[in-house]
């Protein structure tokens, strides 16, 4: 097990961050790395596989690669899969079940391809030993994926068991979460270093303040949840413990504070709530307030923003259409009625045009960091950008924009309004920040 070809999947922007990652986990040479579209491939060990679901906050899931075969149709996929040793794996005592994914294959059917996947495993048991093991759709003890390209079939055996980005702690949340490993992603982008002040003025259910004070704890992602190796036939129950009991003596008090604050005061006790179950109830303050009116918590800093968007407002222009008052519904909800409704007006623009002044007003020095399906949210906020990061969540493609805060000319909050509506918030010139794009 110290020969093994791990893939880790991961959202569209993420790979070449999941790739530093891999390599401070595991220790990887360059050489033994590969960055793909879609997720990392590398040479590792099984231990290795068992460090990346701990400490991992980029993966999806670690998957085992057990084939890698050409085929032109379903019999193909049969005899690549009974050639694979499943024994060495999983028992006949224990379930599995087959999932297949598919880019610009020629087969007609998928869940066909994934027939003959699983009927080839059955057939190789009951060859070896006189028995097959059952299939279990819902909590198998092995999790089998079967991806297909436009002529080549690759087999791979998961590690993980529910994906990685279910990390144990939320219980609860708000209509639109925002995925951990999302969150994760974020962080890792802004170069933020855990020893600069953090601020997320829209927290939600705390997922980006959480995330940050883990990181900054060095508490393992994994720490709280169990894994799907842990019911493989490689699994030694010692060998575990001690990278759990590794990880927990690595674990530290925070350099920095780290802040999150939302509008709707239902949302800032969910964020406690997970916080204390993230074991980061201590690192991380939570407290009610309107984005547009709560001072900054510390003198400088960094803030990470996730605000409405996509699916759920129509500024991003993805996918509005029809779904405009069950969409508002949930904003008012994570937000409150008062942001939603300035966020829904005029296509967000007031809102983050008010937003942007309240920033150069009173965050000077700091960093501010907004993920949005919106490429014209700088001008909507009036704003400059100093990076833009491209970014996925889920379907929905984003962009992660960097501003950075400097202080303008002082003026009477009127005036000041109103030359910023006529020339834009920013410096005398108009503009704030480095005209540099990345």
């Known amino acids: 097990m110290n020969q093994l070809q791990l893939f880790l999947p991961c959202a569209a922007g993420v ?9 401070r986990i595991t220790g990887a040479a360059e050489r033994d790395l590969q960055t793909l579209r879609g997720g990392v491939q590398l040479n590792a060990s099984w231990r290795d596989a068992l460090l990346l679901n701990l400490h991992s906050r980029l993966a999806q899931r670690v998957l085992v690669e057990l084939s890698n075969t050409e085929y032109r149709n379903e019999q193909d996929l049969y005899h690549a899969a009974a050639s694979v040793a ?18 610009h294959s020629p087969l007609t059917s998928l869940n066909f391809a994934a027939l003959r996947i699983k009927d080839a495993i059955a ?31 690759l087999l791979y055996i998961d590690t993980s068991g529910e994906p990685l980005f279910k990390r144990g702690w939320r219980e609860d949340k708000g209509e639109a979460p925002l995925k951990e490993t999302l969150a994760a992603a974020m962080l890792a982008a802004s170069g933020w270093d855990a020893a600069t002040p953090l601020y997320d003025p829209c927290c939600g259910s705390g997922t980006i303040a959480i995330e940050a004070a883990q990181i900054a704890c060095r508490i393992a992602p994994g720490s709280l949840r169990r894994f799907g190796f842990e019911k493989l036939l490689p699994f030694q129950s010692h060998v575990w413990s001690a990278i759990k009991n590794e990880a927990l003596a690595a674990q530290t008090t925070p350099a920095a504070p780290i ?5 709707a005061h ?3 006790d969910f964020a406690q709530r997970n916080a ?20 900054p918590p510390a003198a400088s800093g960094v803030m990470l923003v996730n605000p409405p968007y996509g699916e759920r407002i129509e500024v991003a222009g993805v996918a509005g259409g029809g779904a405009r008052g069950r969409v508002f ?14 966020m829904d007006s005029e296509e967000g623009g007031e809102f983050f045009s008010r937003l942007a002044a309240h920033w150069k007003k009173n965050y000077a020095g700091w960093t501010a960091w907004v993920l949005t399906p919106d490429l014209k949210l700088p001008s909507r906020m009036r ?11 889920g379907p929905i493609e984003c962009r992660l924009f960097r501003f950075d805060m400097v202080q303008g000319s002082a003026r009477k909050s009127g005036e000041k309004m109103g030359l910023d509506r006529e020339n834009g918030v920013g410096s005398p010139g108009g503009k704030m920040g480095s005209d540099h794009r990345e």
């Open 259 to 263: 802040f999150g604050s939302d509008v």
């Open 329 to 342: 519904t949930q904003d008012v909800a994570r937000f409150g009625a008062r942001e939603s409704a300035q």
């Open 123 to 153: 057939d190789r048991f009951r060859h070896k030993s006189g028995v097959r093991p059952d299939v279990d759709t819902q909590w198998p003890d092995a999790r089998i994926y079967l991806h297909l390209t436009t002529d080549r079939a």
């Open 383 to 393: 704003l400059k950008e100093s990076r833009r990061v491209p970014m996925w969540n």
């Open 86 to 103: 499943w024994e060495i794996w999983f028992t006949t005592r224990q379930t599995f079940k087959v999932e297949v994914t598919a880019q």
């Open 15 to 23: 790979e070449a961050l999941l790739g530093l990652e891999a390599q």
């Open 276 to 295: 204390a179950r993230a074991g980061v109830g201590a690192a991380v303050e939570f407290r009610g307030g309107d984005a547009l009116q709560r001072l």
């Open 266 to 268: 239902r949302m800032v």
